[in-house]
């Protein structure tokens, strides 16, 4: 891969474009003041351990916070204004990065005075989403764990509530798309205890979203051990659902996530041939994190029948977030999701499936990776 980048992109190739997000994504920006505008966030599930930017006038998540951003070629400063930041390449200035703004939501609070920026935080520009369970039935040990995931930092850091009710995120969504036009929902949980494996409270926290605002819900869970309860998120009101594989080979899984491993990757594929039954072509997907050890042909492989059967494999550079078992553990090289996301947009591209077609969620928001600027190259 070509590495050397122009000195001024105000106006890149499309293909230099989705080589910068890449490289910006796996190797992360060192960021000069980490605490100055715009949205950050450390810890948690979700994109954590980043900073939403603007460049070229797509918001995209890049790591700051991460081993590896303190290494990076890519470094940000803050200009005077504090309005924008110059993005550098090893010290030479190359673009102008703008912030998503402080949503006017955040500075409300509930009547028992829980800040809503607690329940719910904006993701990108134009999407809310949510913890719901802020626990898991797998989290903190280590013979269970996902070893890449934070969620419970963010709870012990006393930035988020354990369990956020329904009429808490229907008040808070209902002001995130009145005060700030937001235009859909992301509903992720721990998984608990229950053979539900979160759906229920997807659910009733889906139910109540709908009662008070119509907005796009997208939900996030492990397949529940009763496939019906698929059916029953739908007639809560959610529109797309996120089941997620996170890596698809079964030697990687049981490597890196023990716990979730336990329900197979054929267990997986039952449960999308229903959700695609339930919620549609396209509007079922799965995050797959590039970097955890699968090979290329593996991903690929794992798109392809994805993709057959309807959902959509929004593929994400891993990323080694701090206080996890893989903080210490190298990003994915940006040569290997450059090859592994070329060829997946080719691959939605000629099903005709694109990120812009999903009523709401990851795949439609596209800011944790450089897919959806590919679709628009290879359409």
Aim: a neutral charge.
């Amino acid at each position: 891969m070509n590495r050397t980048l122009p000195l001024v992109l105000t106006a890149p190739p499309a293909l230099r474009w989705t080589e910068l997000i890449a490289e910006l994504q796996a190797y992360g920006v060192c960021w000069v003041d980490p605490d100055g505008p715009g949205l950050s966030r450390s810890g948690g599930a979700g994109p954590s351990d980043h900073k939403a930017v603007t460049v070229h006038g797509q918001t995209i998540m890049v790591p700051i916070f991460t081993h590896a951003a303190g290494r990076s070629p890519y470094s940000a400063e803050v200009t005077a204004g504090r309005a924008t930041a110059t993005l550098r390449r090893d010290g030479v200035p190359i673009a102008q990065l703008t912030f998503p703004r402080t949503p006017r939501f955040y500075a409300c609070s509930t009547a028992d005075g829980v800040p809503y920026w607690k329940i719910a935080r904006l993701h990108a520009d134009d999407v809310v989403a949510t913890t719901v369970l802020q626990t898991c039935v797998r989290y903190g040990r280590r013979e269970t764990s996902c070893q890449f995931c934070a969620i419970g930092q963010s709870l012990a850091s006393k930035s988020t509530i354990a369990e956020k009710l329904p009429e808490q995120l229907a008040e808070v969504v209902h002001a995130a798309v009145v005060l700030d036009r937001v235009k859909h929902v992301v509903l992720t949980t721990g998984t608990p205890h229950t053979d539900d494996r979160g759906a229920k409270v997807l659910s009733e926290a889906a139910r109540a979203i709908r009662a008070t605002v119509a907005i796009p819900i997208q939900a996030q869970c492990e397949p529940p051990a009763d496939l019906a309860w698929l059916d029953r998120m739908a007639l809560a009101g959610v529109d797309t659902l996120g089941m997620h594989l996170e890596a698809v080979t079964e030697d990687v899984r049981r490597r890196i996530m023990p716990g979730k491993a336990e329900v197979p990757v054929t267990a997986y594929f039952r449960a999308f041939r229903h959700a695609v039954d339930v919620f549609g072509r396209g509007q079922v997907s799965t995050y797959i994190l590039a970097g955890l050890g699968d090979s290329q042909d593996a991903i690929l492989a794992a798109c392809r029948e994805l993709v057959a059967i309807g959902v959509y494999p929004f593929v994400v550079p891993f990323v080694p977030i701090g206080g996890t078992p893989l903080e210490d553990e190298p990003p994915p090289a940006p040569a290997f999701l450059e090859s592994v996301l070329t060829d997946l947009a080719h691959l939605l591209a000629a099903a005709g499936m694109r990120s812009d077609a999903i009523k709401a969620g990851c795949g439609r928001c596209g800011a944790c990776s450089s897919l959806r600027a590919r679709e628009v190259l290879h359409a």
